[in-house]
């Protein structure tokens, strides 16, 4: 209420920010006035008069920071500021260039996409508002129809001044090109180059258009490009430049849908395709045939109990009915009857209170949680996988069994060893078996064909939940999509492992200025602030909004619900009002295409089974008569033209089947209606049997509709219940946003050690000269060697493991009693670096000196991606059974961060390592060239967004199961009890009683010579 009555008094946020900015409009427009006398070669000369006054600005912050500031961060942040300042300095001028330019082409015809296209806009003062806002780095929220892509254009065109690169960054391939195309004459008549990027194009085409003032692409391309340049073999392959400013259109869809997953490139693992996946499908399916009858007869008992007033028993058997198969029909048919699903929510709220949920599923083969995807199998349903060895699908305690082993004092030394190694194979067995069968089980109950997922040219192609499209190369992790081939009866792919990876938040976030715009942000701008540091500023529209929109038409069942749609659109296209029907599903979405058909209404039907010229299709939706069907409003970005008369008609008329799980996307398919002042309408459809509606607040919802005494065929349409949706709508966006922020906790742990290796690879790869960096390796593996403490007694040292590493490694034959070891032990380092750097030059003077510096940029290219590749490897695997640490009172998280500073400090280590042993041992005889780099390491890679489950902040199968049954484990467990690194410090105890730190690399040498482990 307080609110409300400020927001009345002062005006909202964005009010506020608006209205500060209307003098720098007035100015801008002055100045565009004034530019009406110049000749388009002054215009042109005024660019470049521009570039050279930024490029001047920023060398001369550059030669302050370099002299004044040592710390490199602050460094940076000065020279940003600098030009930053003085693009602010010429924004006015810059933006009444690009409107005086827009001016001059009014009236020009030119092709775009092959089509002739007519140049008709010049921007209002809304539109340069909404730039200004962008420039700032915010994000600038306009609605749909108010020309958002005529408003990139402006601070696209300024910032390109810097000469560091514009980037604009939209949902699809089409709109890159469509819109350079469109908009790219605009920045050609100032003298600025445009390109845009495509997923067809090769690595040529692709720095050629990265080295334009401006590009537009999709942020998968510009993700990708840059995984693909920090695994690039030679300088020439790198594609990108400098991330400077970006522009990120639909932002909301970008920066928050897409960002739930990280992209991935991967190659194929060598290991052979696992067969369990079809082995186990007859056990799996004769599984959920068993619990379909169950739930079956649990619907019946209930329905007795009713008849006979056993309400607490009937509630118990429509609850296990419930977590039993969830998505069966007589649950659902059942659930539609008044009272049922507040009886069954009382007694599970009964359960949940005496901690005694469990029990429920006693009497069940296996329960379902709809709303975290995870799967329990009982006890009950282990007897029926194998009925003569239930212990089969036990997970043993791997502690316990490792523990009897080394009580048994009869066992020799290396049967000791050989009883652990099989402990070990038949947990990780057993293990595997069990999660594969989950996975089975989350494959038959929890994804629909049609719905997550289709079937096209014998593939299974996951479909985004959010915008309807295939999402091209994705695969779910974890062994769920050869479940899903194992059940859709398709070749299952073998598994793939990662070679580079990084979510869209950090990538995003490496630019210098990020911006982005969208109709609908308002509801995200939390997300986005703490996130992104982005703000959320809402833009005025050019003419006031008159869309009517309706409150929605709530119905029992999805059979009413349809009927009542189809009765609409059907009454819609007779009077000749073009609809745009927006669906959840693909199955939706061709339900009522049959349904359509059969009542003789001609259509357009855009999904992810028909995708292709959807931009064209959506952008006719708005002719008379058209009826467009669009899941999750595919063809995003394109506006809808009203026809001839459809404005007298009532203008185009929105029809949503279902509400999305988030109010934006809903919103989104509102808003392709009431454009620019367009009459317009919108109506949403739901019944109790909606995904949103059963899993959130349905109990609510339904109460309320018991209490108006609704019956079958009746509709309820009242703002209670509409208030009931947005709440349950705002916990899933909550949920969803927890889920997204654990896994950029996660990926936070490995964008540093990314930059690290990633700033490696980049000097080795752009260095002129590695030579410099031979004795830093040097010394930095002696040192490793031979420990880094000052006060540890170096005549404790394996002298004879060392020299004979030395010897190995480095070449180098050293005597350690000729060293001084007592006093300065720095002079000992020094010389044994000196001895290896001779051999190292030895070996220098038998080649050219650039064959030996491609040698060497070979070397330590290779060494990093290597190891990289198994540290990556190795994090995966971390990272799959992280959560079962929380079972052992410990936070998943610090585990991971402190288990993954341990891995990487070795995987350092051991890369100077190979590095050295590689450079000093490699044959080199008889070389007379620089060794050549493969080129074609592409071709086996794949380019995908992960699935994001298991990531640390979505319960996976293994952890709700360790709920009940702690003594099981991930599928690939981490052996041992914890991990330390080897250079972790550790206690040890001399025979004499005296205690000495060392680390932990050095313990055996110690042990060896009677030392005990404190």
């Known amino acids: 209420m307080l609110q409300n009555i400020l927001t009345k008094i002062f005006g909202t946020k964005s009010d506020r920010d608006t209205k500060s900015l209307l003098p720098i409009v007035d100015e801008i427009n002055t100045i565009y006035e004034s530019l009406k006398l110049k000749t388009d070669e002054e215009l042109e000369k005024k660019t470049l008069q521009f570039k050279k006054e930024i490029i001047e600005k920023r060398k001369e912050a550059e030669e302050y920071a370099n002299n004044q500031i040592s710390d490199k961060e602050e460094s940076k942040k000065y020279i940003i500021e600098a030009e930053q300042d003085k693009l602010n300095e010429l924004l006015p001028e810059a933006f009444a260039m690009v409107k005086e330019t827009c001016r001059r082409m009014m009236g020009i015809t030119y092709r775009v996409m092959g089509q002739e296209t007519k140049w008709e806009m010049i921007p209002y003062d809304v539109q340069i508002l909404g730039g200004i806002v962008l420039h700032q780095g915010k994000v600038s929220e306009m609605k749909t129809g108010e020309g958002k892509t005529l408003v990139a254009t402006m601070p696209l065109y300024l910032n390109a001044l810097t000469g560091r690169g514009s980037h604009l960054v939209t949902v699809n391939d089409y709109l890159a090109q469509r819109d350079a195309e469109w908009v790219g004459e605009v920045y050609k008549s100032l003298g600025l180059t445009v ?22 692409g999709t942020n998968n391309e510009y993700g990708f490009d840059y995984l693909r340049d920090n695994m690039a073999l ?66 019946s008992d209930a329905v007795n109990y009713m008849e006979n007033e056993k309400l607490d028993e009937a509630g118990l058997k429509l609850l296990q009915a419930n977590r039993g198969m969830p998505k069966h029909p007589k649950v659902m048919k059942i659930f539609q009857e008044k009272g049922t699903k507040k009886l069954a929510h009382d007694v599970e709220s009964e359960y949940i209170r005496d901690k005694k949920l469990h029990e429920v599923d006693d009497d069940l083969y296996f329960s379902i949680d709809e ?77 629909e064909k049609d719905v997550e997922y289709v079937i096209q040219d014998g593939k299974v192609q996951i479909v985004d939940e959010f915008t309807g499209r295939i999402l091209a190369g994705r695969r779910y992790s974890d062994g769920l999509h050869q479940s899903l081939e194992a059940k859709e009866n398709v070749t299952i792919e073998r598994e793939t492992q990662t070679l580079a990876t990084i979510t869209i938040q950090n990538y995003f976030r490496m630019y210098d200025n990020l911006a982005g715009m969208t109709g609908t942000a308002e509801t995200e701008a939390e997300e986005l602030g703490s996130i992104y540091d982005l703000d959320v500023v809402v833009i005025p529209t050019h003419r006031e909004i008159i869309r009517d929109d ?69 952008a006719r939706a708005g002719q008379k008569g058209a009826v467009t069907i669009a899941t999750n409003m595919a063809g995003r970005g394109t506006d809808i033209k009203l026809g001839d008369g459809i404005k007298e008609l009532g203008g185009l008329h929105i029809l949503g089947t279902e509400r999305h799980e988030s109010r934006r996307i809903d919103l989104q398919l509102r808003g392709r209606s009431g454009r620019q002042g367009d009459p317009g309408s919108s109506q949403f459809y739901l019944s109790l049997e909606d995904d949103l509606m059963r899993l959130f607040n349905s109990e609510r919802v339904a109460s309320i509709m018991d209490r108006m005494g609704i019956e079958e065929g009746e509709v309820i349409t009242h703002k209670m219940v509409t208030r009931a949706i947005q709440n349950a709508q705002k916990k899933v966006e909550g949920r969803n946003f927890g889920i997204r922020k654990h896994l950029l906790e996660y990926d936070d742990v490995m964008n540093q050690q990314r930059q690290v290796v990633y700033d490696l690879r980049n000097n080795a790869l752009k260095g002129n000269d590695l030579r410099e960096t031979i004795p830093e390796l040097i010394y930095d593996y002696v040192d490793d060697e031979l420990g880094g403490e000052s006060d540890q ?38 010389k044994i670096v000196d001895d290896a750097m001779d051999v190292y030059s030895a070996r220098e003077s038998l080649l050219p000196e650039d064959v030996m510096r491609g040698f060497e940029r070979f070397v330590v290219l290779r060494s990093i991606d290597e190891k990289w590749k198994d540290h990556l490897y190795a994090m995966d695997q971390l990272r799959e059974g992280i959560n079962l640490r929380a079972y052992g009172q410990k936070n998943p998280l610090l585990e991971y961060k ?46 995908k967004h992960q699935d994001s489950t298991g990531l640390g902040f979505t319960p996976s199968q293994e952890s709700s199961q360790a709920q009940n049954q702690p003594q099981q ?34 313990l055996q040498n110690y042990l060896n010579r009677g030392y005990t482990q404190a």
């Open 969 to 1002: 484990a991930s599928r690939k467990p981490i052996i041992s009890d914890k991990k330390v690194g080897r250079n972790e410090k550790v206690e040890v105890i001399s025979p004499s009683g005296k205690r000495e730190t060392i680390k932990y690399k050095k």
């Open 195 to 216: 390109g845009y990027i495509l997923n067809s194009m090769d690595n040529r085409e692709r720095k050629t258009t990265y080295d334009c003032d401006i590009t537009y």
């Open 371 to 447: 709303k975290t995807h995870v799967i329990d199998i009982t006890d009950k349903g282990r007897e029926s996988l194998s009925p003569n060895d239930p212990e089969m699908f036990v997970i043993p305690d791997l502690g316990e069994l490792l523990h009897e082993i080394d009580e048994d004092k009869e066992l020799s030394s290396i049967e000791n060893k050989q009883l652990k190694e099989k402990a070990h194979q038949e947990h990780a067995e057993q293990s595997s078996r069990i999660h594969n069968i989950s996975q089975l089980l989350r494959a038959y109950t929890l994804y």
């Open 550 to 618: 309706r409150n929605d038409l709530i119905y029992k069942t999805k059979r009413e619900k349809y009927s009542a749609v189809i009765d609409e659109i059907a009454d819609c296209f007779k009077r000749g009002q073009p609809t745009l029907v927006g669906t959840i599903t693909v199955d939706s979405s061709e339900l009522l295409s049959r349904m359509l058909k059969q009542r003789g209404v001609p259509h357009n039907v855009l999904n992810a089974k028909q995708h292709k010229g959807e931009a064209e299709i959506v």
């Open 793 to 830: 007694n170096y005549e404790l040292l394996d002298w004879e493991s060392i020299e004979q590493n030395f010897s190995s490694v480095l070449l180098i034959d050293i005597d350690h009693s000729k060293f001084d070891l007592a006093n300065n032990f720095e002079n000992v380092k020094n």
């Open 234 to 299: 030679s300088k020439e392959d790198q594609v990108q430049r400098d991330h400077a400013f970006v522009i990120v259109d639909e932002v909301d869809s970008v920066l928050i849908d897409e960002a739930r997953t990280p992209l991935i490139i991967s190659g194929s693992v060598d290991a052979p395709v696992d067969t369990t996946y079809k082995e186990l499908k007859p056990m799996v399916q004769n599984l959920i045939k068993k619990q379909n009858s169950l739930v079956t007869e649990l619907v």
């Open 898 to 943: 402190s288990e993954g500073f341990y891995m990487f400090k070795d995987m350092m280590s051991n890369t100077t390592q190979i590095t050295l042993q590689r450079l000093f041992r490699t044959k080199i005889q008889g070389m007379d060239q620089a060794p050549s780099v493969q080129t074609d390491q592409a071709s086996n890679m794949q380019m």
